[in-house]
């Protein structure tokens, strides 16, 4: 099994930046992709982008251009770079992991953009 933990969450203003880490353990050499999402009160969750072993990056239209993912492979944590947010970002993000093992989730962080 593959265990994730976010952090970064919090509290900013409108056109401020955040970055959330989700650190991997356990059976890292499974995965293959590892991916970003946020569920907003009232809505369904909401892939925001993905990173893949080979290092291949693809993003939601919606954040494109001010999110960007990222990873540190000796520290077993991608990252989600998150600039020019608005209160519409506003939502629970979590990191998943894809791989041979199946689905894994974290736990999510909060993120909240006050106008």
């Known amino acids: 099994q593959v265990q994730l933990v976010e952090s970064g969450g919090g509290l900013v203003q409108a056109g401020g930046s955040l970055r959330l880490s989700c650190v991997a353990s356990g059976s890292i050499s499974s995965i293959s992709t590892m991916g970003w999402f946020r569920q907003a009160p009232g809505k369904q969750r909401e892939l925001l982008g993905f990173i893949s072993s080979a290092g291949w990056l693809n993003y939601a239209d919606s954040v494109k251009g001010r999110f960007t993912i990222s990873r540190d492979n000796a520290k077993n944590t991608v990252y989600l770079q998150m600039n020019s947010l608005k209160p519409e970002d506003t939502a629970v993000y979590y990191c998943?992991?894809?791989?041979?093992?199946?689905?894994?989730w974290g736990q999510g962080t909060q993120v909240t953009v006050s106008s």
């Open positions: 998943n992991a894809v791989g041979r093992l199946g689905t894994n």
